[in-house]
């Protein structure tokens, strides 16, 4: 103690105290400052998703319309039902509605089939781009919207019905005008 005593006394003499306060503030602050260690996992886009084994092109199915009003038009069980009957061939899937564009085409819908319980569209296809697959592998994806057209007539009852309904393409989107959608992967 008394030898820090006298090293004070010394350093007010020769008018050091003031630069050594300095210091003693400059480490009390690099003593205050803690640093953290965070564990950080690096991991393949390949391991990430669920299904991370899973080979393209991925089967996918769903529902993708049911009997309501969804925008302008009212879909009557009767015009949905008919919309299946004469359905053949495919539907393009494509992303958010871009039907004009061929990049935006990833897979295909093959099948379509009439719920008479829950009364609505189901579909069946695949999808042929890998990002997209493990999208909806991760559920980061989780709906479609299919662009339809359609005859318009008015009914006294719904409005504007959809008659004679033709599928243009079915879309992986964000959130579908049908609210009952569903978009699921068959591994």
Same mark, same amino acid.
């Given at each position: 103690?008394?030898?820090?005593?006298?090293?004070?006394?010394?350093?007010? /003499?020769?008018?050091?105290?003031?630069? !050594?306060? $300095? @210091?003693?503030? *400059?480490?009390?602050?690099?003593?205050?400052?803690?640093? &953290? +260690?965070?564990?950080?996992?690096?991991?393949? %886009?390949? %391991?990430?998703?669920?299904?991370?084994?899973?080979?393209?092109?991925?089967?996918?199915?769903?529902?993708?319309?049911?009997?309501?009003?969804?925008?302008?038009?009212?879909?009557?069980? /009767?015009?949905?039902?008919?919309? #299946?009957?004469?359905?053949?061939?495919?539907?393009?899937?494509?992303?958010?509605?871009?039907?004009?564009?061929?990049?935006?085409?990833?897979? #295909? @819908?093959?099948?379509?089939?009439? =719920?008479?319980?829950? $009364? #609505? +569209?189901?579909?069946?296809?695949?999808?042929?781009?890998?990002?997209? *697959?493990? =999208?909806?592998?991760?559920? +980061?994806?989780? /709906? #479609?919207? *299919?662009?339809?057209?359609?005859?318009?007539?008015? =009914?006294?009852?719904?409005?504007?019905?959809? $008659?004679?309904? &033709?599928?243009?393409? !079915?879309?992986?989107? /964000? &959130?579908?005008?049908?609210?009952?959608?569903?978009?699921? *992967? &068959?591994?």
């Amino acid at each position: 103690m008394d030898f820090l005593k006298t090293e004070e006394n010394l350093m007010r /003499e020769v008018g050091h105290v003031e630069f !050594l306060s $300095r @210091i003693d503030t *400059a480490m009390d602050k690099i003593k205050n400052q803690i640093s &953290e +260690v965070i564990p950080v996992t690096l991991k393949s %886009s390949e %391991s990430l998703s669920k299904g991370s084994k899973f080979t393209l092109p991925l089967k996918i199915k769903g529902k993708m319309l049911g009997v309501g009003r969804h925008l302008e038009r009212y879909y009557t069980e /009767e015009e949905l039902k008919k919309s #299946v009957d004469k359905f053949k061939g495919t539907i393009p899937l494509k992303l958010d509605h871009r039907h004009r564009e061929a990049s935006s085409t990833i897979g #295909v @819908i093959t099948n379509l089939i009439w =719920n008479p319980v829950e $009364r #609505v +569209v189901m579909y069946e296809g695949h999808i042929n781009d890998e990002t997209h *697959a493990r =999208n909806v592998l991760d559920e +980061v994806t989780t /709906e #479609v919207s *299919a662009t339809i057209f359609s005859l318009k007539q008015y =009914n006294e009852l719904f409005g504007i019905v959809g $008659r004679e309904l &033709e599928y243009v393409e !079915l879309s992986l989107v /964000e &959130e579908g005008a049908y609210s009952g959608n569903t978009l699921n *992967a &068959e591994l």
